[in-house]
């Protein structure tokens, strides 16, 4: 019997951690092998702030992913207090920036410099809604009186509602959303509002990382939540909505970072981030769904032409290295050692 083939436009990646350096060099090319785009976070040390320093970062992207020359990564700037407005646009202007990140200061890897008071940069964000500039957001509020379990919710009621009140025109991501409530509020809201959506928020809970022992390595931020919650984004994913697309958060870390008495937050997925969508879209009886969701939303959504590109894949098991890299760069990927339904071709 001849095995099962789909074949769909190819996807983009619409959140991307590369790091730099060696790092770069060594975890590049996985996301470049199957994505024609993929939108690059900027939470490197020092951030990705001015025109300069991204289209520096671009370069060594392209370096980076020479195997690979028609990839393309697209830049943001990483927001601050004190970020001009002027900068953003010259950015976009210049094609440099496709977007711009919300960090909310301290909430997740390199995030120091994130936004400690969100009307301060009002004037940067009506700049970006006037030149219809997306807003990418990590969706958390830091308190530390707000449990880790809400952070989510609370930042919809407290940040999220209230700035797309003031700006009804801005263009926002709700990145790597893990909740229902954040689900249902961007189902909820207007055309210039869509969600990203990783791979490891539509397979694991809070459960899998918590229960026989931590693990490390399912660690990340937003961290993983209840049952119910990953069932609604899965649900959200396969719906076939045009506000939810593929962003697979991929954010690399050696062994050494995440298995420490203080082990960082990030899911090393990219080596096999479609074959995961394909196999959870299928679960759900919903490949018909799986283009728009991986390959048709987003470009939509940024206002950016699909893909010319085909991807095929095959209904065909492989195993996921328990390892990639070498030396203090070895990585523990999402789902090491286990079985895979599918493969890229």
């Not at 207090?81 to 977007?99: C, M, N, R, W």
Request: aromatic share 8%; charged share 20%; glycine share 6%.
């Amino acid at each position: 019997m001849t095995a099962q083939t789909i074949t769909i436009t190819q996807p983009d990646d619409w959140h991307v951690h590369l790091r730099d350096g060696d790092m770069l060099n060594q975890v590049a090319e996985y996301t470049a092998r199957q994505f024609g785009r993929a939108i690059i976070m900027p939470n490197l040390a020092p951030p990705v702030t001015t025109t300069a320093l991204a289209s520096a970062y671009r370069d060594r992207i392209l370096a980076a992913t020479s195997d690979y020359p028609d990839f393309q990564p697209l830049m943001t700037a990483y927001l601050t207090d004190s970020i001009a407005p002027e900068e953003l646009v010259k950015g976009h202007e210049q094609g440099v920036f496709t977007a711009a990140k919300l960090y909310p200061a301290n909430a997740t890897t390199n995030s120091s410099f994130g936004v400690s008071d969100m009307k301060g940069i009002y004037p940067v964000l009506e700049a970006m809604q006037e030149i219809g500039m997306p807003l990418l957001v990590h969706g958390e509020v830091v308190d530390s009186e707000i449990d880790i379990f809400d952070r989510e919710a609370v930042f919809i009621e407290t940040i999220m509602a209230p700035l797309l009140k003031d700006m009804p025109e801005l263009k926002v991501v709700f990145e790597h959303i893990t909740t229902k409530d954040a689900a249902d509020f961007v189902a909820s809201q207007g055309d210039n509002i869509a969600a990203t959506i990783t791979a490891h928020h539509l397979q694991i809970n809070r459960n899998d990382m918590l229960v026989g022992g931590i693990k490390p390595h399912l660690y990340c931020l937003p961290v993983a939540k209840r049952e119910l919650h990953r069932l609604a984004l899965r649900k959200a994913a396969t719906s076939g909505s045009k506000k939810f697309f593929l962003g697979t958060d991929t954010a690399p870390h050696a062994i050494g970072a995440k298995e420490s008495a203080c082990g960082c937050a990030g899911i090393f997925s990219a080596p096999h981030a479609i074959e995961v969508y394909t196999q959870v879209f299928e679960e759900d009886g919903a490949l018909d769904q799986l283009e728009k969701f991986a390959s048709l939303n987003g470009p939509a959504f940024y206002d950016l032409p699909v893909n010319q590109k085909q991807i095929s894949l095959v209904k065909e098991s492989q195993q996921v290295p328990a390892t990639i890299g070498e030396g203090d760069l070895t990585i523990s990927p999402y789902q090491a050692g286990e079985i895979l339904a599918w493969r890229l071709v």
